[in-house]
Nanobody, 117 residues
């Protein structure tokens, strides 16, 4: 089962976007789903995560602006991004929660979010 991120694009500062992470099979094939981002020249950063039990967490850098949610019927996890800032510009990826603790080779293409005026 693989994950595919989509929904990125260009948005002005203060705008909103909703990213989708769709599983090719059951979303419960994974331990949970995390959203990461990687800005040019920077390391990949964990942004938000949701466990199979529905518990969520978001990074301090996006707390109050980003929210993660899931729809098991659609095998999809969403990242709602509000009040976007230029520093949120990055390629956003989704992956299994286990990648926090072990090496994951496959990250997919991700989806590019560009925040600029």
């Amino acid at each position: 089962v693989q994950l595919q991120a989509s929904g990125g694009g260009w948005v002005q500062p203060g705008g909103s976007l909703r990213l989708s992470c769709v599983a090719s099979g059951s979303i419960f094939s994974f331990n949970g789903i995390d959203w990461y981002r990687q800005a040019p020249g920077k390391q990949r950063e964990l942004v938000a995560g949701i466990s199979n039990f529905g518990s969520t967490n978001v990074a301090d850098s996006v707390k109050g602006r980003f929210a993660i949610s899931g729809d098991s019927a659609k095998n999809t996890v969403y990242l709602q991004m509000n009040s976007l800032k230029p520093e949120d510009t990055a390629v956003y990826y989704c992956n299994d929660l286990r990648c926090r603790f072990q090496f994951c080779e496959y990250w997919g293409q991700g989806t590019l979010v560009t925040v600029s005026s």
